[in-house]
C-alpha cells in the first residue's frame, strides 16, 4: 500500500522559513514525478512546485508566487521529498500536500494526473 506522508508545517511570521517533507513508503519514486499543491480555504487547490525524473537529471518548476522562494528537492536513499520555503507571506497560508504520479516522470502542473496524495499540512504565516 502505497502512503505519502507529509510534514512541517506550522505557524510561522511573514519573512521566516519552513520545510516541509514527504516521506513515500511502498512506492519507489525515483522515475516518476512528484509535486507540492496548496489549498486555502475556499480556493482551488493550487500547484506550488513541482520534480520530474529526466535522464540528465531532476527537473523542477514552481508556480509564479512562489519562484524564488520555494525550493522543492528529493532524496532517492530516503524515499523523501522536500519543499523548502523562503520570505513566507500571509498569502502563503493554506493546506499544502505532496503528491506523485504513478505512470510518468514528466513533471505535471495539474492536480488531477498525481495518484497518490499526503495527509496535508498546515502552513499558517502571520503578518
Known amino acids: 500500500q502505497v502512503r505519502l506522508a507529509d510534514s512541517g508545517g506550522g505557524l510561522v511570521q511573514a519573512g521566516d522559513s519552513l520545510t516541509l517533507s514527504c516521506v513515500a513508503s511502498?512506492?519507489?519514486?525515483?522515475?516518476?514525478?512528484m509535486g507540492w499543491f496548496r489549498q486555502a480555504p475556499g480556493k482551488e487547490r493550487e500547484f506550488v512546485a513541482g520534480?520530474?525524473?529526466?535522464?540528465?537529471?531532476?527537473?523542477?518548476d514552481y508556480g509564479d508566487s512562489v519562484k524564488g522562494r520555494f525550493t522543492i528537492s528529493r532524496d532517492q536513499a530516503q524515499n523523501k521529498m522536500n519543499l523548502q520555503m523562503n520570505s513566507l507571506k500571509p498569502d502563503d497560508t493554506a493546506v499544502y500536500y505532496c503528491?506523485?504520479?504513478?505512470?510518468?516522470?514528466?513533471?505535471?502542473?495539474?492536480?488531477?494526473?498525481?495518484?497518490?496524495w499526503g495527509q496535508g499540512t498546515q502552513v499558517t504565516v502571520s503578518s
Open positions: 520534480i520530474g525524473w529526466s535522464r540528465e537529471g531532476d527537473v523542477t
Open positions: 503528491a506523485g504520479r504513478s505512470t510518468s516522470g514528466v513533471l505535471a502542473l495539474e492536480a488531477r494526473k498525481y495518484t497518490y
Open positions: 511502498g512506492w519507489t519514486f525515483t522515475y516518476y514525478a
